[in-house]
């Protein structure tokens, strides 16, 4: 696609989100919006503004009562192995450049230009059209993991990034490896809370790492496969109409899902 | 010798020169650039120790065992307490938001009386306390002049409420806000049994949830969204098989394996085909009115249930070899709403359980034996009177309390007809509203005494409904002080309590779920840390309700209206929380965009009333009505529409007043035949384009 | 004629050569002064004479059990010793009334502040010394000024992106974005 090779690890941080298992509850969303200081909107219902670096989509088999069935997708940032927002950042305010294979978005370098958000696929980012502004006292409970990020920058899930550092630093204070954390060691804040345990996190590439069996399951797959964009997040789901959906870029000239946003 | 013009421009050119050679222009672009990353309205996060604190957090109905997470001793955020039983590291999109709550601008901030039509003073807390001890004084002793209605299922906190209530000679005057708990209890009483029913869904194979909205809304949903998950590994085959019947593909049924679409109105006619079918398919019982069972099941034949539900017969005999091949089948009855079935409904499903003699077995029914009492006065939770039918004795004058006491509860907001209740609490001269929020009850209230959140607090939880064993949790405040200028109502009503001359034995709430604590045989410093309190459920000899079931009535054809069926999503907020700041997200734009709530409907359904997708309708029932656009939703059941529960409020914050429209306006209550209980599952509705 | 000749003369580059100079000296010697307001720590800590009793670093700015760095130490670990005055230092006495008996935390000013977008872990740089990145204090007796810069609000001690680059780069550890911001 882009011309860019996949970039490589030794540590590549993904997840496996069990779609059978999602209830579509929203404790996810709920979580990363605590993690990551994001303020609430007075019309959130206005999704052209609201900022969710963790969606739950809304998947449709699109039959009639009452052979219908619905399924629920979280969507995180996919972090792709080859991204096709870095290239086009012109100040390098998003790369894929550290161990882990996260990639990175500086709020204080970004111009606010918005082609990264342009180029990603998924919609995992989003731009901030208002500042900040949390009702008065609330900034009280803001977490000190995340930088709140001013009006014009944009800005998107990076698998609660400082918990990977607060990881690493536990690991070093108790004399373990920090390039090679054990499984559950780091964990983003939607796979901690899910209450039905949809998402699993780890490194995809250390055996001992629950996700690294799942994502070569039968039932797995990553969105858009076809792009090449390599996402470390993965989905798992029994069921072949919502694995279809999982690439249904206009291939046959019309998309399979309707996808509502939350 | 003079500076001519000529010398000035020279010298200033130098100068200007000169600058270049110095850092005063780069570094002050630095720091300006600097200074504009740091602009005073863009807040700044908190330093300091990170800690987790256990915590019970019941914020949504079951209350969640959680960790509050606190930087610098403030909280920011909660996750799941892995070791409590209850939570097993899970937790709810409400309580996922606690922290967030702490500073709801709808918090209530100080005692408040009222000076005019919503108008309100901030008071002192000795002055708020004074005017509640010389109400309660006027009125002590004369019965049927003090009420108090609870929104709070599980805490101690009602049997001071209570007992009170009681010691002023009022022991009729405790009511509770309409749950599944009440109608249960009652149910389990036809049956011939007694006390609360569990649900032991982990143990079970296969969980038909007929109504119950048991991985989102129902019982002690964290539970059993994790027995769900122990059942279905990732990248492995599933040892349990999940069933939804009922009237809204919602969340819990898109991780079934099987979804039946039900409507409301046809809930027990669905429980008691399914046990005919059952039946014939060879299920026999030693239950002793099994023979009046089989004679009216058999009435429920494979055409009364297409007829009924709307679906095809072979949906129900795939549902009976399902069973038939289980070893553990387990059957949930509910209100898919979490309230206003009646105990006929809950009677037809668990009669299934019975039948398939699941009562008392290892993911079966279990009965829990009554908690025992830390107030020996208090009322049985399930003698207390539904807010429902108080406030509607209350409109008509058939009860004429002069002081009411509100706590924890939103009556004036979530209770069908709700319009008509906050008109009968304007017949109540003088109301009092133990609130943390400022919801549409206080804001009809003469005195506003403001609650702690539940970070603040000390509070418990004693088998909150739908548990299979008998289970206890408790709680200690997780931050030093509270944000605002509140105190424990129950602290509050103890001291007026003695104030007036009764002692109820404790002088705080916490001294009271100590007592409790030790009455359960349980450990409260255990439990305050975040542990749990487990007893053992029993089986009992249960009926199969036949004489009650004879009663059940017969859904009415009503070709003008079509069945309501009020959903309930736990993110979106319960009968006693809007929706919280930190959950405001997860509306979809097809549930709620801008200020208009949507009903669902499948496409069939739509065209019979004559409207397509994002028409603007009117619905109609009782005296009630609310305004909305149509979502076409092929998930929701044959002539039935869904909507959403817990919008349409007119207090709370700038986040949701005014936003959607209040579905509890056009619930219509009914009696059900032979219980004298008040049901409002099976509401129909009159739908109009408008 | 002379005198306009003479007046040419005096004129020439010289005021130019006042005006550059005078640039000079307002950009390299006040504009540094002027640009930075003058602060004290409210309460004269002297480091010195804690290193004398035996104290090191770490007895102090000790490392939390999840690796975190506490930073400068609370009144709890203050009061460890200073519950009472034990010493006849006069500032000893400022920081037990003022502070440890009022529960107040001391609102200490802070040299190397960093902003909420920079992540700085201390555990990673366990195995440098203090002194590779912070002023030796164990010698010194009053705390320094503290320099904040008017138009930043940040410390003049306060490390800049580039010193934390440089060492990456010459220590062969990554300069990925993502390794020191949030």
């Known amino acids: 696609m882009s011309g860019h090779a996949v970039k490589e690890f030794k540590v590549t941080w993904g997840m496996v989100i069990d779609l059978d298992k999602c209830t579509g509850c929203g404790a996810c969303m709920t979580a990363c919006q605590v993690e990551n200081n994001i303020a609430p909107m007075a019309d959130a219902s206005n999704k052209m503004r609201t900022l969710s670096w963790m969606l739950v989509f809304e998947l449709s088999n699109k039959k009639a009562a009452p052979d219908a069935e619905i399924a629920y997708l979280p969507r995180p940032c996919m972090q792709c192995g080859n991204p096709a927002c870095v290239p086009v950042c012109p100040v390098v305010a998003t790369d894929k450049n550290e161990e882990g294979g996260i990639v990175s978005q500086i709020y204080p370098r970004c111009i606010g230009c918005r082609y990264c958000m342009a180029a990603c696929p998924y919609h995992a980012r989003y731009f901030n059209w208002e500042d900040p502004i949390f009702p008065k006292g609330m900034e009280k409970a803001l977490s000190p993991n995340t930088s709140a990020r001013p009006r014009g920058v944009v800005e998107k899930c990076n698998f609660c990034h400082t918990r990977f550092m607060k990881a690493k630093d536990k690991a070093r204070q108790e004399g373990g490896n920090p390039e090679a954390l054990a499984d559950g060691a780091y964990m983003p804040a939607c796979a901690e809370v899910c209450p039905t345990g949809a998402i699993t996190f780890g490194d995809l590439k250390n055996p001992e790492h629950k996700v690294h069996e799942l994502a070569k399951g039968e039932n797995a797959f990553r969105l858009l496969e076809k792009l090449g964009l390599h996402p470390q997040v993965y989905y798992v789901s029994k069921r072949e109409w919502v694995r279809k959906l999982g690439d249904n870029y206009a291939a046959t000239g019309h998309a399979g899902a309707e996808k509502k946003h939350s | 010798m003079g500076l001519d013009r000529r010398g000035f421009v020279k010298f200033v050119v130098g100068g200007v020169a000169g600058t270049l050679f110095t850092p005063v222009i780069w570094k002050g672009l630095d720091d300006a650039a600097i200074w504009s990353q740091n602009w005073g309205w863009i807040p700044r996060v908190p330093k300091g120790e990170v800690k987790a604190t256990p915590a019970l957090s019941k914020l949504c109905p079951s209350g969640c065992a959680v960790k509050v997470k606190t930087v610098g001793g403030l909280p920011f955020a909660a996750i799941g307490n892995a070791d409590n039983p209850m939570s097993k590291g899970g937790v709810c999109p409400i309580c996922a938001g606690g922290a967030q709550l702490l500073y709801s601008p709808a918090r209530v901030k100080s005692p408040m009386k009222k000076v005019g039509e919503g108008k309100f003073e901030a008071i002192k807390w000795e002055d708020a306390e004074a005017m509640l001890v010389e109400k309660l004084t006027s009125f002590k002793g004369q019965d049927g002049k003090i009420a108090a209605i609870s929104g709070d299922e599980t805490g101690t906190a009602n049997e001071v409420v209570s007992a009170l209530l009681s010691g002023l000679g009022n022991a009729s005057g405790f009511c509770v806000m309409p749950g599944e708990m009440y109608t249960a209890t009652k149910g389990v009483k036809l049956m011939g049994g007694n006390g609360q029913p569990g649900f032991d869904i982990a143990g079970a194979d296969l969980v038909l949830m007929i109504g119950a909205d048991a991985l989102d809304s129902w019982g002690p949903s964290v539970a059993n969204q994790k027995a769900f998950a122990a059942s279905h590994p990732t990248g492995a085959a599933a040892t349990a098989q999940f069933i939804y019947a009922g009237p809204v593909l919602n969340n819990t049924s898109s991780v079934c394996d099987k979804f039946l679409a039900v409507p409301p109105t046809a809930t027990a006619a669905f429980s008691l085909a399914l046990a005919n079918a059952l039946i014939n398919a060879g299920a026999v ?52 709403f979490g309230q206003g079935a009646g105990a006929l409904d809950f009677v037809a499903g668990a009669s299934l359980n019975v039948l398939l003699g699941r009562v008392g077995q290892s993911g079966g029914m279990t009965l829990l034996p009554a908690a025992p009492k830390a107030l020996a006065a208090a009322t049985d939770r399930a003698e207390a009177k539904d807010a429902g039918s108080f406030l509607a004795q209350v409109a008509t004058g058939k009860a004429s309390p002069a002081v009411l006491l509100v706590y924890e509860a939103n009556p004036a907001f979530a209770l069908p007809q709700a319009d008509a209740m906050a008109k009968a609490l304007g017949n109540i001269a003088f109301k009092v509203s133990f609130s943390t929020y400022m919801d549409e009850t206080a804001t009809l209230a003469d005195l506003i005494l403001p609650a702690p959140h539940p970070y603040e607090r000390f509070d418990d939880a004693m088998n909150p409904y739908g548990v299979a064993k008998p289970t206890y949790l408790a709680g200690k405040p997780a931050m030093a002080k509270p944000v605002m200028d509140v105190k424990d109502p129950v602290d509050v009503l103890l001291a007026a309590g003695s104030k007036l001359g009764l002692s109820l034995g404790f002088e705080t709430y916490a001294d009271v779920i100590k007592a409790k604590a030790q009455a359960v045989g349980a450990d409260f410093d255990t439990l305050a840390s975040g542990g749990a309190w487990t007893g053992e459920g029993k089986g009992g000899g249960l009926s199969l309700g036949a004489a009650a079931l004879a009663k059940a009535p017969v859904a009415k054809a009503d070709d003008k209206a079509v069945a309501l069926a009020p959903v309930t999503k736990l993110a979106c907020g319960t009968a006693d929380l809007a929706t919280p700041p930190a959950n405001l997200l997860t509306i979809r734009d097809t549930e709620l965009k801008g200020k208009d709530l949507f009903v669902q409907m499948n496409a069939a359904t739509a065209k019979k009333l004559g409207v397509t997708d994002g028409n603007k309708v009117k619905l109609t029932g009782g005296s009630g009505e609310v305004r909305a656009r149509v979502h076409v939703n092929e998930g929701v059941a044959a002539d039935t529409v869904a909507m959403l529960l817990g919008f349409g409020h007119s207090a709370w914050d700038q986040y949701t007043k005014g936003k959607g429209d209040n579905v509890y306006k056009i619930l219509t209550v009914s009696d059900e035949a032979g219980t004298g209980l008040k049901v409002w599952a099976g509401s129909t509705v009159t739908v109009a384009k408008i | 004629m002379e005198e306009k000749k003479q007046c040419k003369g005096c004129g020439g580059a010289l005021p130019f050569v006042i005006g550059f ?162």
């Open chain 2, 285 to 336: 019982c030693s239950a002793s009115d099994f023979g009046d069972y089989k004679a009216l099941a058999a009435k429920y034949t494979p055409e009364a249930f297409e007829k009924a539900t709307g679906l095809k017969a072979e949906a129900l005999k795939d549902l009976v070899a399902r069973i038939k091949a289980a070893k553990a089948p387990l059957v949930i009855a509910g209100a898919s």
């Open chain 3, 21 to 182: 100079v005078a640039a000079l000296i307002a950009g390299w010697v006040l504009f540094p002064d002027l640009i930075y307001s003058k602060k004290i720590q409210p309460v004269r800590f002297s480091h010195k004479i804690h290193a004398e009793q035996g104290l090191d670093c770490a007895s102090c700015h000790t490392f939390r059990d999840d690796g975190s760095f506490a930073g400068i130490p609370t009144n709890e670990k203050c009061a460890e010793c200073h519950a009472d005055v034990v010493g006849s230092d006069p500032a000893e006495k400022v920081y037990v009334e003022q502070y440890a008996k009022t529960g107040k935390e001391v609102p200490w000013l802070i040299y190397q502040y960093q902003p909420d977008n920079v992540i700085f872990s201390h555990k990673a740089h366990e195995s440098l010394e203090c002194t590779s990145c912070h002023p030796d204090m164990a010698k010194n007796d009053t705390p320094p000024v503290y320099y904040q810069n008017r138009l930043s609000g940040y410390s003049k001690q306060t490390m800049k992106m580039w010193k934390c680059e440089r060492c990456h780069a010459e220590n062969g550890v990554s300069n990925a974005c993502h390794v020191c911001h949030k």
